[in-house]
């Protein structure tokens, strides 16, 4: 009786190992929304610029900024988004992925902020501290 008890624990521990390691090498779900890809919650637009085909978007949750550089349609062009504080902190993402670039956060609570993001040649975003909150 003790051996099989030890076998259905082995058992046991073999299964729950691999269930773990396919639930970690799933790729994540990428989210559905600008806001979404920044945690949602209390996350809301606070600015936008146009890049043609993709779209930057600035949040703020009363706490931190964040910033997505959204496209319009999934393919595989380069996408960048980037954003700092005027205390020097600043975050960035870029690369070929098929439907953002981001999220990228910086403290924003008594800070200024400037944000920019890419999207195949164009590019555009604040060009001086601004959101200031």
Request: with cysteine; hydrophobic share 40%.
């Amino acid at each position: 009786m003790r051996k099989i008890k030890k076998g259905a624990a082995l058992a046991m521990v073999s299964a729950a190992a691999l269930a773990g390691s396919v639930a970690i090498s799933n790729p994540a779900m990428a989210a559905s929304s600008p806001i979404a890809a920044c945690g949602g919650g209390s996350y809301r637009v606070i600015s936008s610029t146009d890049l043609g085909a993709a779209t930057v978007y600035l949040m703020w949750n009363g706490t931190y900024n964040c910033a997505v550089t959204w496209k319009d349609q999934p393919n595989s062009k380069f996408v960048a988004v980037d954003i700092q504080n005027d205390a020097g902190a600043s975050d960035e993402d870029s690369g070929n992925y098929s439907t953002y670039a981001g999220p990228v956060k910086v403290y924003g609570k008594g800070r200024c902020i400037m944000y920019q993001g890419a999207y195949g040649n164009a590019s555009g975003g604040s060009v001086e501290w601004g959101h200031c909150g």
